[in-house]
């Protein structure tokens, strides 16, 4: 039992003998220490937060399904990704968190590795287009634009003014922004 040596200490134990106050620490979630019938409740306390944050796991994973084949290493990739969030939670002091930095690492890489699978997959299955592919598809529309524009007059300075803002977006754009067109 640990003694509290501040007479003002809100940790300390709230019995009193007939001429002073206990010294010994409470317990946990308690006013009283163990001698005195003082019981903590860190265990419950821990147990119920275990099970929000299972609630909590189980309810990102559901959001987290998709489509046919890449749904299971997205699934992957969030279960991950939590594991590493617990891990990094659960870490109460630095010594803790320098302690976990190898399975932190290794789940980092485990991560990188499904994010790297399920990009190829996706692209495998063709729900991404590689920039070759982004350009013939701006060639088409422009082709579909001159068909359409025939016979109007000035229809050759309308498609260069889209054929100069088309291009340059799709030579701009990246994976990691939705494709925009500057203003005219």
């Known amino acids: 039992m640990k003694l509290v040596t501040d007479p003002a200490d809100p940790r300390r134990c709230k ?3 007939p001429h002073e106050q206990c ?3 409470a317990e946990h979630g ?11 409740t860190e265990q419950a306390e821990d147990k119920r ?3 929000l944050a299972e609630v909590d796991n189980r309810r990102r994973l559901s959001e987290l399904s998709g489509n046919g084949q890449v749904e299971s290493l997205r699934e992957g990739i969030g ?5 590493i969030e617990k891990q990094m939670n659960a870490a109460k002091s630095d010594a803790e968190t320098l302690s976990s930095c190898g399975s932190i690492n290794n789940l980092l890489l485990t991560m990188s590795k499904l994010i790297k699978d399920c990009h190829a997959l996706e692209q495998s299955l063709g729900d991404l287009l590689s920039k070759q592919a982004v350009v013939r598809l701006g060639q088409s529309i422009c082709e579909i634009v001159i ?3 025939q016979g109007i007059e000035g229809h050759e300075e309308i498609i260069d003014r889209i054929v100069n803002r088309l291009f340059p977006a799709i030579s701009g754009a990246s994976n990691g922004e939705l494709l925009r067109l500057p203003a005219p």
Not at 30 to 40: E, I, N, P, R, V
Not at 79 to 83: A, D, E, I, S, W
């Open 49 to 51: 937060h275990y099970y």
């Open 147 to 149: 068909e359409e524009l």
């Open 23 to 25: 010294w010994r620490e």
């Open 79 to 83: 279960l991950v990704r939590m594991l």
């Open 30 to 40: 308690s006013d009283f220490c163990l001698a005195h019938g003082g019981k903590s």
């Open 15 to 17: 019995f009193s003998y």
